[in-house]
């Protein structure tokens, strides 16, 4: 039983960084009906800015804990400034014409670019991540929890909350939702919807950026560290609902844990395979996701 609670705690701790990258998924769906399938290279750049920042502050002689709280203002920015460019470059005219093609092959292009460009300034070798915080263990009722992996839950609820609370009470928060309800209907009252959604591109890419600080100190930095998790963040948007901010939290946990449970009790080589099946499931039966619900088109 033991075994099963810390296999539980790793996989909430995974489950809670695949939400973070897909909630991502979910912000630019939600005002433009597109994505951004660079998202793993956005977790990817993400990190090795982070990375960058904190060896520069520790290199000052700041401690490891302020070195990434430091850090962590300049990969907002970073993220910020990826997503942007994602959506001037690889979006907005796809948007104009109505190409679903354009964008699809546009955001997968530039994650490509993304990631050569890791590759040349950081190069392909995995790097260590000082961790902020002690590696070493705390044990709670019998399980030994790391601190980053608290972290990495309270930063994925904190990030989702604070989007949250800025969508509700800020007018450019309910200019967003407003865009996100009716685009069309948003731009006859005046909102800027194109910078809406290039805000929301933005927010993506930071979402995916903090996701990378995060998961880096339990993990190796690389140029090639988001391309599977931005993969299966975007199964758990698929299996929780591009339309529900709760249904990609719930989405992520439930395949964290069914991977970290499979890959414990059967083999690692199997741990992809039940989340893959749950997949292809909410896709025969519930296309919209576990938590989406079914827009009408009236044509």
């Given at each position: 039983?033991?075994?099963?609670?810390?296999?539980?705690?790793?996989?909430?701790?995974?489950?809670?960084?695949?939400?973070?990258?897909?909630?991502?998924?979910?912000?630019?769906?939600?005002?433009?009906?597109?994505?951004?399938?660079?998202?793993?290279?956005?977790?990817?750049?993400?990190?090795?800015?982070?990375?960058?920042?904190?060896?520069?502050?520790?290199?000052?002689?700041?401690?490891?804990?302020?070195?990434?709280?430091?850090?962590?203002?300049?990969?907002?920015?970073?993220?910020?400034?990826?997503?942007?460019?994602?959506?001037?470059?690889?979006?907005?005219?796809?948007?104009?014409?109505?190409?679903?093609?354009?964008?699809?092959?546009?955001?997968?292009?530039?994650?490509?670019?993304?990631?050569?460009?890791?590759?040349?300034?950081?190069?392909?070798?995995?790097?260590?991540?000082?961790?902020?915080?002690?590696?070493?263990?705390?044990?709670?009722?019998?399980?030994?929890?790391?601190?980053?992996?608290?972290?990495?839950?309270?930063?994925?609820?904190?990030?989702?909350?604070?989007?949250?609370?800025?969508?509700?009470?800020?007018?450019?928060?309910?200019?967003?939702?407003?865009?996100?309800?009716?685009?069309?209907?948003?731009?006859?009252?005046?909102?800027?919807?194109?910078?809406?959604?290039?805000?929301?591109?933005?927010?993506?890419?930071?979402?995916?950026?903090?996701?990378?600080?995060?998961?880096?100190?339990?993990?190796?930095?690389?140029?090639?560290?988001?391309?599977?998790?931005?993969?299966?963040?975007?199964?758990?948007?698929?299996?929780?609902?591009?339309?529900?901010?709760?249904?990609?939290?719930?989405?992520?946990?439930?395949?964290?844990?069914?991977?970290?449970?499979?890959g414990f009790y059967f083999d690692t080589g199997y741990k992809d395979v039940p989340g893959l099946i749950l997949l292809l499931l909410v896709l025969s039966f519930k296309p919209a996701g576990l938590f989406g619900k079914t827009a009408i088109k009236k044509v």
């Amino acid at each position: 039983m033991q075994n099963f609670f810390q296999i539980l705690v790793s996989g909430i701790s995974v489950g809670m960084i695949y939400g973070v990258i897909a909630f991502g998924y979910q912000l630019t769906f939600s005002t433009s009906k597109t994505l951004n399938f660079g998202q793993g290279e956005a977790l990817t750049l993400g990190a090795l800015v982070g990375l960058t920042a904190v060896n520069f502050l520790i290199g000052v002689s700041l401690g490891n804990l302020w070195a990434y709280l430091i850090a962590l203002p300049v990969v907002f920015a970073f993220g910020m400034l990826q997503g942007t460019v994602v959506e001037w470059l690889g979006v907005r005219q796809a948007i104009r014409t109505k190409s679903e093609a354009g964008w699809i092959m546009a955001t997968i292009a530039l994650g490509i670019i993304f990631k050569n460009m890791a590759e040349h300034i950081w190069g392909k070798d995995p790097i260590k991540f000082p961790s902020p915080v002690s590696e070493n263990p705390l044990t709670i009722f019998g399980v030994n929890v790391r601190l980053m992996e608290i972290i990495i839950v309270l930063g994925a609820l904190a990030m989702m909350l604070g989007v949250e609370l800025f969508n509700r009470r800020s007018i450019y928060g309910k200019a967003v939702v407003a865009t996100a309800n009716d685009r069309d209907a948003a731009g006859l009252m005046g909102i800027n919807t194109s910078q809406v959604i290039t805000f929301s591109y933005g927010l993506s890419s930071l979402s995916a950026a903090l996701a990378g600080v995060l998961i880096a100190p339990i993990t190796l930095t690389g140029a090639n560290m988001g391309a599977a998790l931005g993969l299966k963040a975007f199964a758990v948007a698929i299996i929780g609902g591009l339309s529900s901010g709760l249904g990609v939290v719930v989405g992520g946990l439930i395949l964290g844990i069914t991977e970290s449970l499979t890959g414990f009790y059967f083999d690692t080589g199997y741990k992809d395979v039940p989340g893959l099946i749950l997949l292809l499931l909410v896709l025969s039966f519930k296309p919209a996701g576990l938590f989406g619900k079914t827009a009408i088109k009236k044509v």
